[in-house]
């Protein structure tokens, strides 16, 4: 069974904007924080943005604070990213994750969506 599913990346110009979505199981959901990923060609995977599911806390990579929005849809139980003034640095595959503890890198990962592409051209 399929925990989390990515949708919405794609190929955009430098100062464009995107939004990412990210569904998760029912049981994800309810039990887990949650945080976006995302991994260039020939670098390490690196968290961009988490949520906490006990207190809706969020954090940043310093070099998308201010640029991007995580926060979580509970109707759709959707994990979303905003993502605005997009710069060609923003491309990479982009990872959805869920853990039981705060997300702060991939160690603490319990499930990864299958990803999705988001490349910048300038």
């Known amino acids: 069974q399929e925990q989390l599913a990515e949708s919405g990346g794609g190929l955009v110009q430098a100062g464009d904007s995107l939004r990412l979505s990210c569904a998760a199981s029912r049981d994800v959901w309810s039990k887990y924080s949650m945080a976006w990923f995302r991994q260039a060609i020939g670098k390490e995977r690196e968290v961009v943005a988490a949520?906490?599911?006990?207190?809706?806390?969020?954090s940043y990579a310093d070099s998308v604070r201010g640029r991007f929005t995580i926060s979580r849809d509970n109707a759709k139980t959707a994990l979303l990213l905003q993502m605005n003034n997009l710069k060609p640095e923003d491309t990479a595959m982009y990872y959805c994750?869920?853990?039981?503890?705060?997300?702060?890198?991939?160690?603490?990962?319990?499930?990864w969506g299958q990803g999705t592409q988001v490349t910048v051209s300038s």
């Open positions: 994750a869920a853990s039981s503890r705060w997300i702060n890198r991939p160690s603490r990962v319990d499930y």
């Open positions: 949520i906490s599911r006990v207190n809706g806390g969020t």
